[in-house]
């Protein structure tokens, strides 16, 4: 397993958290309000961390008689833009499906169509042809992650616009992962590229917080759970899921978070109490075998290192 894999894995286990936060904050939070305080929140701290990289990497090259390239030089609209709409559009699509269809089956589609929308961006936009090893990895992991949410009960109705809602927050995520990629290789930093689309993002969602039921973040436990929601599971561990994104293919780190569901079903055994059956941990153990197959080198690469050993 690579650093990459490494760091894209523990930004999931970050991003699982989330629920159990939730689970734990105070009465009266609201799906949406809670999502874009977050947003808010977490594309502050990702544009102060921004600007920070960039005085430090100014500040070296001044010292060493060079100049620094202007940090709003070379941005792409289209790939910055499309960026934050994906951040905002799985905000709204996910609370949406949730509240549509229920969280079990919202939750399975959005996150197992995540990978797969992905891939196919990635194919399209950037000519990325998915692999057969990717493949296999995510029919595990996406199997696994759909039988271990659904072991932990709650709402399985299927509402045909709760599902086209599921399916566009998996776009979003989709959309979003191929864009941040196509940025960073254009030479731009995690910190600036997870800045701009958090930023715009919290931007477009300010009317949320605007419209809402805000009352909750005036009381300590609100304030709390915003301030970790922001700067945990969404400030450092999309500063860790950029710099894996930064060595791998889009689709395989969209694979690769679905550690998320398997983080959120481990922290409510052992902080919240609950109690899965067998079947749960079915799930759990397909999860991990989707990850463990997509982290292994391919066969061609382990044979061209042997070669170049015995060379």
Known sequence: MTRAHRLVL??????????TAQALGPDGTTPL??????????????????????????????????????????WAPGPAL???????????????????????VGTVVALGSGPAFAGLFGLALRKERPTRQWALATALAVTGAAVLVLAGGG????????????????????????TSKTLLEHG???????????????VLLSPVLVIGDTAWL??????????YLG?????????????????????????LTLAEPLTAASLGVAVLGERPGPVA???????????LVLSLKPKASRQNAAATAGA
């Not at 523990?10 to 629920?19: D, E, M, P, Q, R």
């Open 82 to 104: 499309a960026g934050a709409l994906g951040v905002v559009g799985y905000q709204l699509c996910f609370f949406a499906a949730v509240d549509a269809t229920g969280v079990a």
């Open 10 to 19: 523990l930004s999931a286990v970050l991003f699982g958290t989330t629920g």
């Open 33 to 74: 309000t809670v999502g874009a305080s977050r947003i808010a929140i977490g594309g502050a701290a990702l544009v102060a961390i921004a600007l920070l990289h960039i005085w430090g990497r100014g500040s070296a090259m001044h010292r060493a008689h060079d100049r620094a390239p202007s940090p709003l030089m070379h």
């Open 188 to 202: 731009h930093s995690p910190e600036g590229v997870m800045a701009v689309a958090f930023g715009l993002g919290a």
């Open 231 to 255: 700067l945990i599971p969404t400030a450092l561990a999309y500063i860790l899921f950029a710099r894996g994104l930064q060595k791998l293919p889009a689709a395989s780190v969209a694979t």
């Open 281 to 291: 941990g079915l799930g759990a153990l397909l999860v991990l075998s989707g990850l």
């Open 218 to 227: 005036t009381t300590p436990g609100g304030a709390t759970l915003a301030l």
């Open 155 to 178: 709402a399985t109705s299927v509402d045909p616009v709760g599902i086209a809602l599921a399916l566009g927050a998996g776009a979003s995520y989709g959309l979003y992962t191929v």
